[in-house]
């Protein structure tokens, strides 16, 4: 199984359809030693990109994707790893059931700068779909935009 972590935007069930159509949801998951953060604030179209930063007192909700060849292509071009948009690496996501590795992508792009608050509610309505915790999503709706 190839697993994919999704955060941000990701998680909606409806984007990843369209995005890895022959990828499954196979449960949630915790990033621990991850927290969620924005930059490249000078590439984005509406401001600041999500990225995830090692940090290791916090944790990012994430859901998992059994990923298909095909769509981790796919997933590659959606992120711009060519460009050098993003780098896929490898991570080790906590489920209820043990710990599993997958892949996510991190912004290869300076850390700060605000996203736009279209960007950061669309976010926060991902995470709500994907069931990730009350105050979870609270603190995306609360943070600090353009």
């Known amino acids: 199984m190839n697993l994919y972590a999704a955060y941000g935007g990701n998680l909606d069930p409806a984007v990843m359809e369209q995005r890895a159509p022959h990828s499954p949801v196979v449960g949630v998951g915790w990033l621990t030693g991850w927290r969620l953060s924005f930059g490249g604030e000078d ?3 509406e401001g600041a990109l999500a990225t995830i930063v090692e940090e290791p007192a916090e944790r990012v909700y994430v859901m998992l994707y059994d990923l298909d060849r095909y769509d981790l292509d796919q997933l ?8 050098g948009l993003y780098t896929r690496l490898r991570v080790r996501v906590a489920t209820e059931t043990g710990t599993r590795l997958a892949w996510t992508y991190v912004l290869d792009a300076y850390e ?3 996203p736009s608050k279209r960007y950061v509610m669309a976010m926060a309505d991902a995470a ?3 069931g990730a915790p009350a105050d979870y999503v609270a603190d995306l709706r609360g943070r600090p935009t353009a």
Do not use: K
């Open 76 to 83: 590659d071009a959606w992120e711009g790893t060519d460009a």
């Open 112 to 114: 700060g700068g605000l």
């Open 128 to 130: 709500e779909r994907a």
């Open 43 to 45: 590439v984005g179209a």
